[in-house]
């Protein structure tokens, strides 16, 4: 009897034996395993069941295994922490070429394990979003700001301008009849004169006879040779000093209409001249105009009253202080700048028109505007076409934003669309950060190409 209850209760055991060995074995499959593990703990792995040289099964690792009974794995392998509602893994990545992608762990050629990535991150991949290792967000030195809600930057708008005469104080000195030039006071250009100066001397015949005729005349014919002599065009001056005189003149003087400069002789003695022919330009080069020209995308920073600042290459260290008076209705096709017409004051004589110079203009006087998004203007990455910042998500992940931008000016830009207040921004090492992600694939479809190498 001894030895039938020993019998019994072998083959009790070994019947509780055989059925446990299943349930244990199907308990075990309702979970997937992240990878297959070398038994020996070796950095070796296999995304599916795999044996040893020697016949002995891979480990199988799961993603809940505690750390003191799974196999060691590299870094790159483990689950996410407590805590991170990352999800499974679902591959894992070149840190480097974000596209080359592998089923299991492994290292790259240079040693550097590939970095996981998880359910939540590929879907994140799917807007673009790219994710940078810790590590490598200190070596790059990554700063970040906040977005912003106060007024929007008004900066300094650059251009560049000639010096030109103000043509309001242009004059023409002209013949009021017909004759010619028997002597030029001022012979050549850029003499300084003063209004009513004599500049040159006409003889008219016909001036001369009617003169005569009053010298001789009385009474009515006087009145008559009057009349006459303004009929010829002659200067009031000079019919007031044959009134007071009663002496005729042989000649006509030409006078200085305004003070300024000569800028333009057109006359030489002995010359014919008609009625009203131009003999000489004068402009008074006490205010000159600076014309700039200003790019269409800067008009917006510009307003009459704007302060203006000038300098000159024949001034070197030289500021010169204006006023714009006037914006032109019409942009240059070709260049699409618009002509601003400055005021510069220039009571020294220094300035000379045709000087070239470049420009800063800063906002009109009392120029305010609206509270708006601000951001640095070096958290921009702009191509010419697109504008984008990288908006920090946090655990190295950066997400590009495309975002429209208004003015920019003192280090700021205004950003009208794509953000929102209290996101903050990468304005250091973005341009690093770029090339660590490979920004322009995952902007055009990163995550279809990591979602194709996919297990």
Do not use: C
């Not at 009349?227 to 003087?253: K, M, N």
């Amino acid at each position: 009897m001894k030895h039938r209850s020993l019998l019994a209760g072998a083959s009790l055991l070994m019947l509780a034996a055989a059925f446990s060995a299943p349930v244990a074995a199907w308990a075990a499959d309702t979970r997937t395993p992240l990878y297959w593990q070398d038994p020996d703990g070796k950095p070796e792995f296999s995304s599916g069941p795999k044996k040893t040289p020697d016949g002995r099964d891979y480990v199988p690792v799961y993603e809940d295994q505690s750390a003191k009974t799974a196999p060691a794995a590299p870094p790159a392998a483990q689950p996410a922490k407590a805590g991170q509602k990352r999800g499974p893994i679902l591959f894992y990545r070149n840190p480097m070429v974000p596209t080359d992608t592998s089923p299991v762990p492994r290292k790259d050629n240079m040693g550097m394990d590939y970095i996981p990535v998880y359910a939540n991150e590929a879907a994140g991949a799917a807007r673009g979003i790219v994710t940078v290792a810790p590590g490598r967000l200190q070596m790059l030195g990554v700063r970040t700001a906040p977005v912003e809600r106060r007024a929007a930057p008004v900066g300094t708008v650059r251009a560049s301008g000639t010096l030109a005469f103000n043509e309001r104080t242009l004059a023409v000195a002209t013949a009021r009849t017909e004759g010619w030039v028997k002597a030029l006071h001022v012979a050549s250009a850029g003499e300084t004169v003063r209004k009513g100066e004599v500049l040159a001397e006409i003889y008219a015949p016909d001036i001369a006879a009617t003169e005569r005729e009053y010298a001789v005349a009385g009474g009515g014919f006087a009145g008559a040779a009057l009349s006459r002599l303004r009929a010829l065009g002659t200067p009031d001056e000079e019919i007031a000093r044959l009134r007071r005189t009663g002496r005729p003149a042989r000649t006509v003087a030409v006078r200085a209409p305004e003070d300024g400069v000569v800028i333009e002789k057109m006359v030489t003695l002995g010359t014919r001249v008609a009625p009203d022919q131009p003999l000489y330009r004068l402009a008074d080069p006490s205010v000159l105009w600076l014309i700039a020209e200003v790019a269409e995308r800067d008009l917006a920073s510009v307003g009459p009253g704007s302060a203006a600042t000038a300098r000159f290459v024949a001034f070197p260290g030289k500021n010169f202080a204006g006023t714009v008076e006037l914006i032109a209705p019409s942009l240059s096709e070709r260049t699409r700048t618009a002509s601003v017409r400055i005021a510069l004051p220039n009571a020294n004589g220094l300035l000379r028109a045709g000087m070239y110079a470049d420009v800063s203009i800063g906002p009109e006087p009392g120029t305010s505007t609206p509270a708006t998004l601000v951001v640095p203007d070096s958290a921009v990455l702009d191509d010419g076409t697109h504008q984008v910042v990288l908006v920090a998500l946090g655990e190295g992940r950066f997400e590009p934003r495309s975002v429209r931008i208004g003015r920019r000016g003192e280090g700021e830009a205004q950003v009208l669309d794509g953000l929102h207040a209290g996101e903050n921004v990468v304005v250091g090492a973005n341009f690093l950060i770029d090339s660590e992600s490979n920004l322009r694939a995952a902007l055009k479809g990163f995550s279809e190409g990591a979602g194709a190498k996919a297990p």
